[in-house]
């Protein structure tokens, strides 16, 4: 059950937290064109998509735990806080040139975990003898 509970919120968080790197995408492009309402909700989705990022990390960690999934998930979770809490850094001081191709490498890394995430079967859940994907 504790398996369950551990790899589920994991999955919960991994999908939020890419949707709303989507949704960060989207605003963007309403600031292009000059939409104040993009550029507020791209400055709160983005201090959210941190706190969800924050949280992101331990619910990999205890998804991990052996008999579960995977390690490197929390790394790329951990790597992209880091990476997160940089582009929120080079947004602020205007740094578009970084702050855009950083923008869509955090889009695509958190999407692909995301699908990874749902797809997973942890080892504890796996039957013997079956190969695991």
Do not use: C, K, N, Y
Request: glycine fraction near 10%; charged fraction near 5%; charge should be positive.
């Amino acid at each position: 059950m504790a398996d369950r509970l551990a790899v589920g919120l994991f999955r919960i968080v991994a999908v939020l937290h890419a949707a709303m790197t989507v949704v960060q995408a989207v605003a963007a492009g309403g600031i292009l064109q000059a939409s104040a309402v993009g550029l507020i909700v791209h400055q709160a989705v983005g201090g959210t998509l941190l706190l969800v990022a924050t949280v992101q990390v331990p619910l990999a960690v205890l998804a991990w735990r052996p008999g579960r999934l995977p390690a490197w998930p929390i790394g790329v979770s951990a790597a992209l806080v880091v990476v997160e809490v940089a582009q929120v850094a080079l947004g602020a001081t205007g740094v578009l040139a970084v702050h855009v191709p950083l923008g869509v490498a955090i889009v695509g890394t958190a999407v692909a975990l995301a699908a990874w995430a749902v797809r997973a079967r942890p080892r504890s859940m796996i039957a013997p003898g079956a190969l695991a994907t």
